[in-house]
């Protein structure tokens, strides 16, 4: 009795291995085909994002800047034809809305005092969500709060301002360096989501 009960044991063991053995195999094709198939299917996409990426992680220099800020709206407009998108923005201390040119490719608006095509962006523009290509003053940048902001530039200082009305209370950093200006602004004092405004120092 004892050998046929030890006998049972061994048998049902075998078959329970047996059967882990033969759905593993099929376990491991379907996580692998799971896995596989959507990179195969999309391979050209996924070169497409590296491609992307790659180009997100090119700094735009001080002297890119500089280039575009002495660009007149017709070129900036006919480069960027197929990549821009167009509206109206308030900026600091004016009551008026100035129309603008978003880049997609670069992530900066570049905003105009008015609509005319051959004359040069007031400003260029760039917050957190659209800095793809690392838009910073000596690792500054948008989406920073004032704190770690004044943290990375020395004698800067926080002031305030105001947006389209003077009720309309907004603080900034100004920073100059290399002919260019770095304006932080952020709607409330510790300058949470801060966006950056570029601009050319009038007085180079």
Not at 175 to 194: A, C, M, R
Request: proline share 3%.
């Amino acid at each position: 009795m004892k050998k046929l009960f030890v006998s049972l044991i061994l048998l049902s063991a075998t078959i329970v291995f047996s059967a882990c053995n033969s759905q593993k195999p099929n376990s491991n094709t379907s996580e692998m085909s799971q896995q596989v198939t959507p990179v195969n299917k999309s391979e050209g996409l996924i070169n497409t994002e590296n491609q992307a990426s790659n180009t997100k992680t090119t700094d735009l220099s001080t002297k890119e800047l500089k280039q575009y800020l002495n660009s007149v709206k017709s070129d900036i407009s006919a480069i960027t034809e197929k990549d821009n998108e167009t509206g109206t923005i308030s900026v600091m201390e004016s009551h008026m809305v100035f129309p603008f040119v978003f880049v997609k490719s670069l992530g900066v608006s570049f905003i105009f005092p008015n609509d005319t095509d051959d004359i040069n962006p007031t400003y260029l523009n760039v917050n957190k969500a659209t800095n793809i290509r690392n838009v910073n003053v000596k690792g500054a940048m948008p989406g920073m709060n004032f704190k770690d902001i004044l943290s990375k530039l020395e004698n800067a200082q926080v002031k305030k301002t105001w947006i389209s009305t003077e009720d309309n209370v907004a603080y900034k950093i100004d920073y100059k360096l290399d002919g260019v200006v770095y304006t932080f602004i952020s709607s409330d004092e510790p300058g949470n989501e801060s966006q950056l405004f570029i601009s050319l120092d009038d007085n180079e």
